[in-house]
């Protein structure tokens, strides 16, 4: 009982930070059509900024500690922001894979800037709450528990920016069909200058929330980024519910494997890719032809 | 019917449909096309003739209803099983091979047509074959070989298209609009360059045009569809006597009624 | 213009026929590195050039390569090249084939998030079982023979890399010009109009893939011997990258362009890389060669010389 608790739990919060990361994947692709490497930074700056900011902060008042994850996700956005808006659009009219080439530039840039910064080795920091959720045998974390709130919290978000805001309508009908947007008043490039804003935040949120749990080094955000590959390629690209979906399932089998073949864990969430992958290819909420 | 009751019957359609959700593009078309005849599709804009040919071609699954080849259901054959068996396709927007040049382009035909393409060493005597043969069937279309398929003017890009289909010695060619985009002194032009080749070899060919006089001077036996169904079918200048004809295809004014879009 | 190609080309090649002469050693490994790093550029360009599929994932046939040599030799006892080429070729390919089962049938951006997604779990795996593999310290590699023969470092080493790079190159220049090569082109330029005419574009990105993984297997075999070490980062996406770059530095377009690419990465790599700031570096590099200078260094050098014969006539 305990032992399927702890599998269920671990994979439950795997899978937040799983769509944490690759929500943002999907809302980018959304509409600037462009599978953005630079997320593996996003996260990795997130993660070093929360840092920074907490040894900034009185270590007096412990409630003030979250807005060091706050910070984060706004000044990573900032920077995605300015990446979007330096770099980036420069690429809109060319091909896809040179697109991802300068994404993944900036990743290596960044990882520069971080050793040079902080150092080479890795960082962490304790708990922002270290308070335990007890019940019978079984303990938890309740930062964990935060995590997975978070994640929860960001997919009803989602939902409600997507569904209910004008926001939301604009951005779904440039994903849709850019020129029509255009022709209707609304200027796509900020369309688009503010998905990756917006993007790069949730990312530099999830970097954030993560420094107490793995710590960090630079680098680490490349780990995330293919797994968040894994999910948004079985999801479909694009499709913010299927990531929701693929997180979930992922992140189970990806504790059931952890638990059980502790080598292995990575080749079952890859076999299971390729398994969906051959029935599929657009994947299981996707809808491109291939 | 202006076909020789001797004469084979090579493809047909029964009560064949497409529909895309609620509009219903293609309706219960019955059809037959004969062995080495020239067929024409005419019809207004949204009839339903590009569609009917893309579901020849397997390029559109058919909705609903049947389609036979030499006396074969070919259905729920594949784009790629369909056109293995000679039934060839050439797009209204050429679809070339951008950075290749007009003889590459028509070379791969070739090649697919006599299964060649697993070959990786060019010295053969049959690529050399292949390569000379593209290269005449480029004169017969007019098209300057060594040039870029991309840099190629409108008119020979349609030209080319037409001659990768007829490169494949199709047993069905489907031309869909050969003369789009062509300007109107230009049309005879392009239709006199590709015809003669398609007479020479006797290919069946299913021509799809809205240009009745295109029509009328190439076609052997023409189908006027309207609204996704077949109006009147028989000789070109018997059809287009019909008044009913004439309004679906041509209109009596510019502000008549139109179907489709 | 084609005189002038074909005259850069034999020059070019006269050059480095001539270099371990006058070079110093680590001129010559470096050339030995690049050369074989040209033969992965050379085959990752028979995909992306040729076939129009960018593989984020070829450092996996780089480690395979390496590893069977690495194995071979730890376990079996195996360092005889005339064996261990075909038994590299052998294992890239069949790793081309299955992982090519998966990625070909997508396209575009698709194909290099699954390319690169299983090389990551090829460096997992590798890492992971370190009793086997020597996890990430890697595997120590001893010289290698060549008909019984040891082949050393340096000088030897450098022309055995050379006779494999010639040969290489001049079979990928076949297939290129091949009938095949002409088919993966049609299928880069219009996949849809591929299939109208009866062909199944799938098989024939799968087939190209295998021939890229299998020449990629090669490079990584004789890479090992010179380095010394089969280490797992040779899959990791970072390797795969480096050799994407190369190519889009060299040029893309044209079939020797890869080859200058992987020569000018190699020497500037090793004279930024003792620096604090290689990756950084790299980076910028990347984006800057992406947005200004899009056909690589031949592809500009062309224009360059297009534009002064234009001048001077």
Redesign the interface.
Known sequence: MELVFNIFINGIFYSSILFLMSAGLQIIFGVLNIINFGHAAAYMLGLYICYGIIGLLPADYPALLWMAPIGAAILVGLLGLLFERGILRFMYKRDHVFQILVTFGIVLMVDDIIRFYWGGYSIGVPPLIDSMIEYGNIIYPVYNLIIIGAAAGLAFALWFLFRKTDIGRVIRATSLDEEMTEAMGISVMRVKAFTFLFGSAIAGLAGGLMLPVTGGWPGVGMEYLILSFVVIAMAGLGSVNGALVTALIIGMVNSLGVQYFPKLELAFVFILMALILSIKPSGLFGTHKS | MGSKADQEVILSTKQVTKSFGRLMAVNCVDMEVFQNEVLCIVGSNGAGKTTLLKML?G?HRASEGQIFFRGKNVSRQS??QR??SGI??S?QLP??????TAW??V???L??RRK???????KTSR?RQ?REEARHILEMFNVPPENVAASLPHGQRKLLDAA?AFA?EPAILLLDEPTSGVSSDEKCEVMDTIMPNIKAKGTTTIIVEHDMEIVARYGQRVIVMDQGSVLAQGRPEAVMADEQVRTAVLGHSPFGKKSGN | MKHLSGLSLVIGFILICLAPFVAGDFTVYLLTYAMLMAIAALSVNLLLGYTGLMSFGHGMFLGTGAYVVALMGKYAGVHSLELLIPLGVLASAALAAIVGLFCTRQIDIYFSMLTLAFGELMYALFAKFYNLTGGTDGVRVTTPLLFGQPVDSGMPYYYLALIFFVLCAAAMWIICKSPFGLTIQAVRDNEGRVGYLGLLVMKYRLIAFIISGAFTGIAGVLLVPLTGHAVPELFQTITSIGIVLMVILGGHRSFFGPVVGALVFVFLQSKLQPLFFWQFFLGAAIICLVIFLPGGVLGGFGLWARKLIKKSS
Not at chain 2, 116 to 122: N, R
């Open positions: 071609s390029g784009l790629i056109a293995r060839i396709y797009f679809a070339l091979f951008e950075n290749l590459d382009n070379s791969l035909s090649l697919i060649k393409t697993l070959v990786f060493y060019s690529f292949s990768i494949l």
